[in-house]
């Protein structure tokens, strides 16, 4: 997730906890909120020591107790340079908790995603996943941006008590929606295991999932996905594409799945959300050959994905990859 949703979801939490009296612990839950994506400033050393990547330490139970309890003694005292002398009265055992408490919703949001943390490192290194959000949905930033909107509107022109009610309705509209993504999630994996997929994508709407099928032999790669709908069920129509593996000749490329052949191993140089991501294939014939777009069935906004055009030469065979957002139901120029 962004870090604005972020620092929004653990002040929100911080203000169910505390309200406009304890807005010291309000804004240490919201600083929480961001402190597990400081490990970006590690890069250097996560190049060294992998569990300081990215989503890695930083990210799990352990690693936001750690940030708590440092961040009980500094965190106030920051607090008091930028705000107030005010912002740093308190209990430290409170703002380790307020602390804790955004700290464990930036992991929870993270989970939330398809790409994982590390939850209860060091002592375990397997990663969790949930596919139950999108790691950019333009819904849940709408919402952000609406909420900051706001609340920065209403400060200073309403009464605390009007503050205090708009803070604790923007809280409950976050726990619904979440609520509504994780109990959709459940009956879509419930529909994933009877209909035989491998799978579940979640899309913008809460409501909708793509459910997703790979089967690989030594001679092609399978992909084959349809959609769900919470309440009308399965689409009747899936779509599938087998891609032929092995090594390909230098010869004149005849049809579609030789393009297939020929792009595959290009289009997943060019880009990596293909590998990171579940990937789908749409091939076309083009002037001069065939144009291919690989595309993530993660990545995509009204329609259009994230992914990787590949022209392929009818006569030499020779392929030309570069990176676009495109509609696979239109054509690719």
């Keep these: 997730m962004d870090p604005f949703s972020h620092l929004l979801l653990g002040y929100l939490l911080g203000f169910g906890l505390w309200?406009?009296?304890?807005?010291?612990?309000?804004?240490?839950?919201?600083?929480?909120?961001?402190l597990p994506d400081a490990d970006i400033a590690l890069f250097p050393l996560s190049q060294r020591f992998p569990l300081l990547r990215h989503r890695g330490l930083s990210h799990?139970?352990?690693?936001?107790?750690?940030?708590?309890?440092?961040?009980?003694?500094?965190?106030?005292t920051v607090m008091s340079w930028g705000l107030g002398a005010g912002f740093s009265s308190g209990s430290r055992l409170v703002f380790f908790v307020a602390?804790?408490?955004?700290?464990?919703?930036?992991?929870?949001?993270?989970?939330?995603?398809?790409?994982?943390?590390?939850?209860?490192?060091?002592?375990?290194p397997t990663s969790y996943k949930f596919d139950v959000d999108r790691i950019v949905n333009v819904g849940s930033m709408a919402f952000t941006v609406l909420a900051y909107a706001l609340l920065i509107y209403e400060r200073g022109r309403v009464s605390v008590e009007v503050g205090t009610d708009t803070t604790l309705v923007l809280l409950a509209a976050a726990l619904v929606y979440f609520s509504i993504r994780i109990s959709a999630r459940w009956v879509a994996g419930a529909a994933r295991k009877r209909a035989g997929y491998s799978a579940?994508?979640?899309?913008?709407?809460?409501?909708?999932?793509?459910?997703?099928?790979?089967?690989?032999?030594?001679?092609?790669r399978r992909l084959q996905f349809t959609r769900y709908h919470l309440i009308r069920g399965l689409d009747s129509h899936a779509s599938s594409v087998e891609i032929p593996l092995g090594p390909t000749p230098s010869i004149p490329v005849q049809d579609?799945?030789?393009?297939?052949?020929?792009?595959?191993?290009?289009?997943?140089d060019e880009s990596w959300v293909l590998g990171e991501t579940h990937p789908f294939a749409v091939s076309r014939a083009a002037a001069g050959g065939f144009d291919v777009f690989w595309y993530s069935l993660e990545m995509s906004f009204w329609g259009r994905h994230a992914g990787v055009v590949v022209h392929v030469d009818r006569t030499t065979g020779t392929v030309h990859a570069r990176s676009r957002w495109r509609n696979p139901a239109r054509p690719f120029d």
């Design 60 to 76: 799990s139970l352990v690693g936001v107790t750690l940030l708590a309890a440092v961040g009980c003694f500094a965190i106030p």
């Design 256 to 268: 579609a799945p030789e393009a297939l052949a020929r792009s595959y191993a290009p289009a997943f």
């Design 19 to 34: 309200g406009p009296a304890g807005l010291q612990y309000v804004v240490a839950a919201a600083v929480g909120g961001a």
């Design 99 to 124: 602390l804790e408490v955004g700290g464990l919703s930036h992991v929870f949001l993270d989970s939330l995603d398809h790409w994982s943390v590390p939850i209860l490192a060091p002592f375990s």
């Design 200 to 220: 579940v994508i979640p899309q913008g709407n809460p409501l909708r999932f793509v459910l997703f099928r790979e089967e690989v032999t030594d001679r092609s």
